[in-house]
Structures are given as structure tokens and as C-alpha cells.
């Protein structure tokens, strides 16, 4: 007996026939047969998923969304906040939401969810993580959401595939995504919304399937056929269709005397399908909110100067979104605490070229907003040994209004003062000169090392340039020939004070011109940023170098 129920089991589960027609016992009779449209094709979410640019902006969305990393965060009493990675529902959303998905699985899946049918459910289990130990993904067409009366809660009514039962699960046991919404209760589906748009669509694609099955061909009547008797018809239409189709297709025909073919209908041409197509995709993708360049869509308002911008559009408007649902969504049905709350990080998305990157990195250090420490866990680098790279800077020539640049060097040499023997005679004259000294050194130095930025910049956009367009050793030299003079007259050095400039550049054009020889374009900007990092300050010394205390 139980091996007929399996053998029966089994068959049940395949279609009536090989063409796909539902059979009798499918639970395709059952489901939502979905939504009319204009064009008189019934969508639902699995037909749209037809449209090639609906699976573009379904898939680019919830593959972004799966792989944004999301970690639980607590506020400090200092108002900065700081990741828990103890936290039970830190592994459940960062590694593995269940026993068989991965996060990213479960998160592009859910996300998928909401963008077709509005909604998405998992249902809440405990375990050896916690209440929170596993999400256990519920297929939106088997979830209908009831609202209790009194209290306003939700209740879930699951048609469970697995037992064949039906269960009542509770708001406190499902957490639960939503798309837009009118009561609050249910998000409202993408393709309800837009049937009329995704209707069109499908009748183009539909159109143009039976066209190319037709041999691209509109259909072709017979004019002035004069025939005797209805036997002859049928045997020229049948002489006709099997000298003209299957292997046969696309040869020539001869027709009796008499007989003209004339071409039905309109060519796609005619109709300008393919412009038609073409709207229906940039109209869909400003459905999802996704550029149209995104799915391989070109327009001409997305160029190669301005695709970056439309991503990072793309990143706040479409992405970003997404992202605070689903952060709320797990702030109300995952954690118990307000102490705790979810964050996904969007440093992935953001990411740039690794000059403009390395560029970023260089101003928010060189503020003081960002210690190289921070940087390189951005680019997953190790610290720096030692500690070095924990420490915050700020160029030398940023200060307060009512800090004076010298104070701490006074402050020294008073102490320095201090200490000396009272009984060597009156000194004052000769502290008041040290003093005096100290307070002209670093006011030059606060004014050499603002003119020192300003050739720094010079030169580290130049040699940009010239990485980027590969220029030749001759280029290289002439450029800090012109620079040695720029670098002279800006600090207003004699032929001795320039000597150190000139021996630099004639070794700092031989390291350039080396690099560029290798054609290894990441090393030539990274040894550009740590001369970016490091050659004002330098130069700030060898423009006082000849003021003593």
C-alpha cells in the first residue's frame, strides 16, 4: 500500500502533459489566477518574471540587498555607537538565518518577495541562539494576514507545504517585510500596481514570440484563385504550406496563372515595436526605481562621465530605501531591546576606483576624521604594528582663533627657564630673544606649510594626469623643471636654499619615470599618496630651515 501512495504521490506532482497544462489535482487551480490588464493578458508576480527587465530589477535589487552586511549596533553613553557580535541575532542576520540559507540567500529571496507580491514572511523559531535562532522563509501566496478584533493584532494563516496543514501563527512569531501599504497591514504588490505596464509588455513580448515563430513572416492570402471545386483549394493551400515550411522554409514558389500572394498585416517596423519595447523598459525600470543603464538599458541622459552619479542615485533613492524596512523590521519583530538596533553598511555599493578611494582616505586623515588604522580596515588591511595608525592628525596650519601656533613651544621653553640657575646672572634679554625667535619660527612655519600644500596639490594632480594618459620620461622631466621654479619663487628661495628642492625632484622624476616604464599604474598612485601624505611637511622644513632660535 505505501508504495502505491508513493508511485501515486510522485505522479501527482508532474504536469497533465509535456506542453505545461495544469493537471486536474494541481494546486494551480487553487492559486490566484492574477490581475487583468489593459492589454487583455493576466499578470501575476511568476508571469511578470517573463519580462527580461523585470528579472533585471528584481535580481540587481535583491542581489544588492543580499549582500549589504547587517550588524547589531548599541548606542554608548558618549553618543557613538559599537557593534555587538555577542548578540544572538548578530549571527542569525550576519552568517545564517536558518540551517539552509546563507544570509545573502535569504536576504535576496525576501527581497524578491517584496518587489513582486509586496510582502515577505519568515516565520520566527527558537533554539540554542535564542528566541530569535532561526527564520524559516514563508511563500507569500500561503500567507493571508487577518487583523484581531480588539486588540489589532496581526495573525498569520499559513497553508504549511510541508504537514499539508494549515497553522495560525501570531505577530510576535513572523517577521515580516512590506511594500508599500494602504492599512498597514499588507504591502501592496509591485505588479498589482503596475499590471497595466508589465500587461503591455508581455503583449509585446508575446507578439514578437509568434512573429519570430512564423519565420518572421506576416501571413500571405491568395487573390484570384478561380478554383472548380473545394478539393483543389485544399490541395494548393497543401501543396503550398509543404513546399514552403519546415525544411523547406524561405524557398521559392511558382504560382499558377491568375494567382497573386498578397503580405497581410503590418511589418514590426510599421508599428515601431522596437521603440515601443524600448519604453516599456526604461517605463518598467522607473517602476523598480532602477537606472536604466543598470540592466544594459543605454539612454543617452547616462554617459561615461555621469554613470557614477546615476549609481550613487541609484544607491540612496532605490537601495538605501530598502535597506531602513529592513532595518525596522527587524528593530520591531527581531529585537526585544530599543538598546539595540540594526545597521547595514552600504560601503560596498559606495565603493569607488581605487584612486578616488585613496584620494577620499588621504582628505578625511589629513582633517583629522579618520585615522589610518580606519582606512585600512575599510580596504580589510591589517593595522598598522605598533599602535601608529590609531592616531588622529590635522594639518600643522589649522588652528583656533584663540590658539596660538607657538604656545606649547613657550610653554617649553619657559619651563626650560625654569630650571636654570638663578645665580648665573640676568638672562631676561636673552630669553626675551629665544622667545622672541620661537614666536617668528612658528608663525613661518604655520605660513610655509600652507604655501607647502599649495605645491603639494600642484604636483600630486599633475602626476595624476600623467599616470592616467601614460606620459614619457620627457614629460616627466620638463614637469619638475617648470615645479623647481614654482616651488623657488613660491617660498622665495635663493640658488643655496633651492639646491634640496632640486636634488628632490631630480630623484622624485626618476622614481616616476621608472614606474611609468613598468606601466603599473596602482603602484604609481599609491607612491603619489604617500607623497601626498608626507611631502608638505617636508617641504615646510626646508623653507624655515634657515630661521634659528
Not at 230 to 252: I, V, Y
Amino acid at each position: 500500500m505505501g508504495l502505491i501512495q508513493n508511485i501515486s504521490r510522485g505522479a501527482l506532482s508532474f504536469r497533465a502533459d509535456v506542453s505545461g497544462t495544469p493537471a486536474a489535482w494541481d494546486d494551480y487551480w487553487y492559486s490566484k489566477l492574477g490581475f487583468s490588464s489593459a492589454a487583455g493578458i493576466r499578470v501575476d508576480a511568476d508571469s511578470a518574471k517573463r519580462i527580461a527587465t523585470v528579472q533585471a530589477c528584481v535580481g540587481i535589487k535583491s542581489k544588492n540587498v543580499g549582500m549589504m552586511p547587517c550588524k547589531i549596533f548599541t548606542e554608548a553613553p558618549d553618543g557613538s555607537k559599537r557593534m555587538v557580535p555577542h548578540h544572538p541575532v548578530f549571527d542569525v542576520l550576519y552568517s545564517r538565518p536558518n540551517s539552509q540559507q546563507t544570509a545573502f540567500e535569504f536576504k535576496q529571496m525576501m527581497q524578491a518577495h517584496v518587489e513582486l507580491r509586496g510582502n515577505a514572511y519568515a516565520e520566527i523559531k527558537e533554539g540554542p541562539r535564542g528566541p530569535v535562532d532561526q527564520l524559516i522563509p514563508m511563500h507569500p501566496d500561503r500567507v493571508h494576514v487577518e487583523r484581531l478584533i480588539p486588540s489589532g493584532k496581526l495573525r498569520y494563516r499559513y497553508d504549511d507545504p510541508l504537514t499539508h496543514e494549515t497553522r495560525n501563527l501570531m505577530q510576535e512569531e513572523v517577521f515580516h517585510l512590506r511594500n508599500f501599504s494602504d492599512d498597514g497591514s499588507v504591502g501592496q504588490s509591485t505588479v498589482a500596481m503596475a499590471v497595466d505596464s508589465f500587461g503591455v509588455a508581455l503583449a509585446q513580448q508575446d507578439y514578437v514570440a509568434r512573429f519570430l515563430k512564423n519565420d518572421a513572416r506576416p501571413p500571405i492570402v491568395f487573390e484570384g484563385a478561380a478554383f472548380k471545386t473545394k478539393q483543389q483549394e485544399e490541395d494548393f493551400l497543401g501543396s503550398w504550406q509543404k513546399r514552403h515550411t519546415a525544411a523547406n522554409r524561405g524557398k521559392s514558389g511558382l504560382l499558377p496563372p491568375g494567382i497573386t500572394a498578397k503580405v497581410l498585416g503590418i511589418t514590426p517596423n510599421d508599428q515601431q515595436l522596437l521603440d515601443s519595447r524600448k519604453f516599456s523598459r526604461i517605463e518598467i525600470c522607473s517602476i523598480f526605481g532602477v537606472p536604466p543603464h543598470l540592466i544594459g538599458e543605454t539612454e543617452k541622459t547616462a554617459t561615461y562621465a555621469s554613470v557614477e552619479q546615476f549609481n550613487i542615485m541609484y544607491a540612496v533613492h532605490c537601495v538605501m530605501p530598502m535597506l531602513v524596512m529592513w532595518e525596522q523590521a527587524i528593530q520591531r519583530d527581531l529585537l526585544t531591546s530599543s538598546n539595540y538596533f540594526a545597521k547595514f553598511s552600504m560601503a560596498a555599493l559606495l565603493r569607488g576606483d581605487t584612486a578616488s578611494r585613496y584620494a577620499a582616505y588621504h582628505t578625511a586623515i589629513g582633517d583629522g576624521w579618520l585615522c589610518q588604522d580606519e582606512a585600512r580596515a575599510l580596504e580589510d588591511m591589517n593595522p598598522i604594528p605598533g599602535g601608529y595608525g590609531r592616531k588622529y592628525w590635522r594639518p600643522a596650519n589649522w588652528i583656533s582663533l584663540d590658539q596660538n601656533p607657538v604656545q606649547p613651544q613657550l610653554a617649553a621653553q619657559t619651563a626650560a627657564n625654569d630650571t636654570e640657575d638663578p645665580n648665573e646672572g640676568d638672562t631676561g634679554a636673552v630669553d626675551a630673544a629665544k622667545a622672541d625667535a620661537i614666536v617668528v619660527r612658528g608663525h613661518l612655519q604655520a605660513l610655509a606649510a600652507g604655501v607647502a600644500d599649495r605645491c603639494v596639490r600642484k604636483e600630486v594632480a599633475m602626476l595624476r594626469k600623467m599616470v592616467e594618459r601614460g606620459a614619457t620620461d620627457y614629460d616627466v622631466e620638463e614637469f619638475y623643471a617648470s615645479q623647481r621654479e614654482f616651488v623657488a619663487q613660491a617660498f622665495n628661495l635663493d640658488a643655496e636654499g633651492a639646491v634640496p628642492i632640486r636634488q628632490t625632484y631630480y630623484d622624485r622624476a626618476g622614481e616616476i619615470c621608472g614606474l611609468l616604464a613598468l606601466g603599473d599604474k596602482g603602484a604609481a598612485y599609491e607612491y603619489i599618496d604617500l607623497l601626498a601624505a608626507r611631502e608638505s611637511l617636508r617641504l615646510a622644513e626646508i623653507a624655515v630651515k634657515g630661521v634659528t632660535a
